[in-house]
């Protein structure tokens, strides 16, 4: 399994726009599914959007037009633009890697990363 870290968290205004990055620490070129998911406080860990290895994007309903994903399978990197940001985007974001996800876009095991915290503020 591929080691990965989130970076590029940050405060930020309301309106304003944050870049993610995932980096794996191995190819992710045969990784079927790359996501991001988040977890507010209190709430549990959802789904942002994932892209699978042919470049097919899902996105929840709550950040579509906002936020794009993309994957770089030469850098093993994806990441996760996020434009037009709301205080409800609050929280930790992760990364995840995985062959199989759940009918509800969830990962079915594969590699985590420890997160990185995005702070919105109103």
């Known amino acids: 399994q591929v080691q990965l870290v989130e970076s590029g968290g940050g405060l930020v205004q309301a309106g304003g726009s944050l870049r993610l990055s995932c980096a794996a620490s191995?190819?992710?070129?045969?990784?079927?599914?790359m996501g991001w998911y988040r977890q507010a406080p209190g709430k549990q860990r959802e789904l942002v959007t994932t892209?699978?290895?042919?470049?097919?994007?899902t996105y929840a309903d709550s950040v579509k037009g906002r936020f794009t994903i993309s994957r770089d399978n030469a850098k093993n990197t994806v990441y996760l633009q996020m434009n037009s940001l709301k205080p409800e985007d609050t929280a930790i974001y992760y990364c995840?890697?995985?062959?199989?996800?759940?009918?509800?876009?969830?990962?079915?095991?594969?590699?985590w990363g420890q997160g990185t915290q995005v702070t919105v503020s109103s």
């Open positions: 995840n890697a995985a062959q199989r996800l759940t009918m509800g876009r969830m990962p079915i095991g594969g590699s």
């Open positions: 191995g190819s992710i070129s045969a990784i079927n599914f």
């Open positions: 892209i699978s290895s042919l470049g097919r994007t």
